[in-house]
């Protein structure tokens, strides 16, 4: 009977031991579980901070979406500008064309007048007089015709820098698109 009391003592020890140890185990286990926990959270906030990046990163796109537009719209002003251009020298060379017409008109005009003057010995000055004065709106129209010509050659020039400045401007803004575009199929593959 002693013996089976001893048997049922070392028993009950080894039960105690195996309690004690069972919540060494669970302390163990919940401190785990509070360090999991924490990881949890920290990963949380930088899921927070990532996401609060991505609303960040959806502005600026917007930002730079809208710089596109505004770039659009002035390259369509610009082409409007163009057109309008091309009309008023449209309009300037219909002038000019006029104006040909009614010199020419002038010149039988003053051939008539000419012949007529032949007639008479004092007409003849006059028609000097006449033609010294067509000479010098001659030179006068000659003059503009020059003037006008480096005018249209630096508006040209002018032209040409416009139109590369605007390509240049066009591929930077290509290329940060594409940077962006890039920036962000990273980010979407990282997740």
Do not use: C, P, Y
Not at 4 to 27: S, V
Not at 141 to 165: C, G, Y
């Amino acid at each position: 009977m002693e013996e089976k009391l001893n048997i049922i003592l070392e028993h009950l020890e080894i039960i105690q031991q195996g309690q004690a140890r069972f919540e060494d185990n669970l302390n163990a286990f919940g401190k785990r579980l509070d360090r999991v926990e924490e990881k949890v959270n920290a990963f949380g906030e930088r899921l927070d901070r990532f996401e609060e990046s991505l609303n960040v990163f959806g502005e600026r796109q917007d930002r730079f979406e809208e710089s596109l537009n505004a770039f659009g719209e002035r390259q369509d002003r610009f082409e409007e500008s163009l057109n309008a251009f091309g009309e008023r020298q449209d309009r300037f060379e219909e002038s000019l064309n006029a104006f040909g017409e009614r010199q020419d008109r002038f010149e039988e005009n003053l051939n008539r007048f000419g012949k007529r003057l032949g007639q008479v010995e004092k007409s003849q000055e006059h028609l000097a007089i006449n033609q010294a004065r067509m000479e010098e709106r001659q030179i006068r129209f000659e003059e503009n015709q020059n003037s006008f010509a480096l005018s249209q050659a630096r508006i040209e020039e002018k032209l040409d820098h416009f139109i590369v400045e605007a390509r240049s401007h066009f591929k930077h803004v290509q290329s940060q698109l594409d940077r962006h575009t890039n920036l962000f199929r990273k980010v979407q593959l990282k997740h």
